[in-house]
């Protein structure tokens, strides 16, 4: 039996592109991108950047991909209602990616910045620099998901879906989840209420009195609780006692063209050197299109994948062209705002508002206004939905893989905490005791390219557990290659790409080459090799599992 619902006899397409439910969805969708741009600017204003800057230089783009790719998957709705004659299609959502918001920033755009202030250049120089290192790699992504159009079933078959989506469940789990927690326990008494509201309602999917949106709710609670205690004396106003915006409104759309051509004509090699991070959280955004095209023709609108992916990726490019620096990508949530009966207006709407909102500045007061701890528990919902469509996606015997794919991401986790550390206690390297070197020279090359490394670790279990030997043997080599060339598993701090003989020259003049004399790019690529040949080993003489071996009941232990 069709899941398509029939059309309404007699009624016109274009009048169903509104209903009731588009206000629930409109809620939920653009507070989640509204959410995702409070994350981007706090954490490259926790990075140190200068808060002006950010906003009206990177906020303005990054807007204008959600602008412009909502604007067409608004009018790719319209034109399957005009086309089949129903006034119940509803059109895809798309907003800012959150597992390239942590990684462009965390992994990418904060450490140029910093990078760039240790090389002497002043904070907006440097931040200017970070910009058009972030774009850069937003532009590329974007072209690279415009070539992955046309071969987007090729790609969802290439790599295993317990790879990549172990890969993304990492980050959710890990960064997405764990990270916002800082932000919500800060101020727990407003923070936790907000995020029982957005459990109850949108995990939990309990409904609200008056069909009130949860995410909405969540926030008005959260603020209501957040700004009763600043009254009552007892927590900070505005902003968290920082400086209100400077004017009402104001206008910006960057079009730093001719600036960064004249930029990346020196600073190419270092552009280069963020395309292994910034190439597989674009990677990840296509398997995750084609996945929530799948999911959306499974509700009954049936969308051509390839021109999904495609807008996706021209979105992500206009960004780039207007100073952007976050990808955007399909949202997992069709099936849900069909049932909440939206249809296209809540998709045109959010683009409207968002656009607007970078555009002509009034995002500087949503900054300002709205506390971080209680727009964050989005975050924490987006993280665990994420993890668990990455596990309900996969099937049982891979559920390994998956879990085997999110421990680099501990590695990266505890370097955060390690770094801080450090800073604060000024202390150099050397003068640490060797087992405290020892240790963290281990979790520097563990966290080094973790999204690539929990891709490569996740791929090469799944095809093992399919008896696949050669897969997995050659997954093995490219992660040897990957770790010569400290793609993954550097044991410099930046986590720079280079030839090993230049690492090791860096780590002798870092006085750490004595903590990493047994995990080299040498070290870590000849036990890749090992690896490999140890595989090929066990498939030339080993046996592999059976057909009911490789079946779905668990193991008892």
């Known amino acids: ?50 808060r002006d800057f950010v906003l ?20 790719m709705a319209w034109r399957m209602a005009r086309k089949t004659g129903r006034t119940d299609v509803t059109a895809m959502p798309l907003g800012l990616d959150t597992p390239s918001t942590f990684g462009s920033v965390i992994l990418i755009i904060g450490p140029s ?14 931040a200017e620099h970070a910009w058009f290192i972030g774009l850069s790699m937003l532009l590329a992504s974007g072209i690279f998901k415009l070539a ?18 172990g890969s993304l469940a990492a980050i959710a789990l890990v960064i997405i989840s764990f990270l916002p927690l800082r932000d919500i326990t800060a101020h727990p008494v407003a923070g936790l209420v907000s995020m029982a509201i957005i459990l109850a309602t949108l995990t939990a999917r309990w409904k609200l009195p008056g069909q009130i ?49 004249a930029w990346i004509g020196h600073a190419w090699p270092e552009v280069v050197g963020y395309l292994p991070v910034a190439i597989p959280l674009a990677l990840a955004t296509v398997v995750g299109g084609i996945d929530c095209t799948e999911s959306a023709a499974a509700a009954g609108d049936d969308y051509h994948t390839g021109s999904v992916i495609a807008v996706e990726g021209f979105a992500t490019v206009v960004a780039g062209l207007f100073g952007g620096v976050i990808q955007t990508t399909p949202y997992i949530g069709h099936p849900a705002y069909k049932a909440m009966g939206a249809r296209s207006g809540y998709t045109l709407a959010t683009a ?39 596990f309900h996606a996969t099937t049982y015997r891979h559920y390994p893989a998956v879990g085997l ?23 150099p390297f050397g003068e640490l005791r060797a087992e405290t070197q020892g240790w963290i020279a281990t979790v520097t090359m563990l966290s080094g390219g973790f999204i690539v490394t929990s891709l490569l670790w996740g791929t ?98």
Request: aromatic share 10%; charged share 10%; proline share 8%.
């Open 352 to 390: 409207l508002f968002v656009g607007a909102a970078g555009i002509f500045g009034y995002f500087d007061w949503i900054f300002f206004l709205l506390p971080r701890t209680v727009v964050f528990p989005i975050l924490v919902f987006i993280g665990l939905e994420i993890t668990a469509q990455s």
């Open 405 to 427: 794919a999110c421990v680099p991401a501990l590695g990266y986790l505890a370097m955060i905490t390690i770094n801080n550390l450090l800073s604060d206690m000024g202390k």
């Open 148 to 165: 992955c159009a046309a071969v987007s079933g090729w790609v969802r078959g290439a790599v295993p879906r317990a790879g990549l989506l």
């Open 460 to 557: 090469f279990l799944a095809h093992l557990i399919d008896a696949k030997v050669r897969p997995a043997v050659v997954t093995l080599v490219l992660a040897a290659v990957c770790a010569w060339f400290g793609v993954i598993h550097s044991p410099l701090p930046s986590g720079e790409i280079n030839m090993p003989g230049a690492v090791l020259d860096k780590l002798q003049a870092a006085g750490r080459a004595a903590a990493s004399a047994q995990q080299t790019p040498y070290h870590w690529a000849a036990a890749y090799l090992a690896m490999a040949a140890t595989v090929w080993l066990l498939g030339k003489f080993g046996q592999p599992p059976t057909a009911a071996e490789q079946g779905e009941e668990p193991i008892a232990i």
């Open 1 to 50: 039996m069709s899941s398509v619902p029939e059309a309404e006899a007699g009624a016109s397409p274009r009048r169903g592109w509104s209903r009731g439910g588009d206000l629930n969805a409109f809620f939920g969708l653009m507070i989640d991108n509204i959410g995702g741009m409070i994350l981007m600017t706090s954490l490259l204003v926790g990075f140190g950047m200068p």
């Open 113 to 126: 910045y910093n990078a760039a202030l240790g090389r002497g250049l002043d904070p907006s120089a440097a």
């Open 56 to 75: 009206s230089r990177m906020i303005p783009g990054t807007a204008v991909g959600v602008l412009v790719g909502d604007l067409i998957y608004t009018a």
């Open 213 to 261: 949106p949860g995410a909405l709710a969540a926030v008005v609670a959260g603020c209501a609780v957040y700004y009763g205690m600043h009254v009552a004396g007892l927590g900070p106003g505005p902003g968290e006692g920082g400086p209100a915006p400077s004017s009402l409104l104001r206008v910006a759309l960057p079009m730093p063209h001719d600036a960064w051509w």
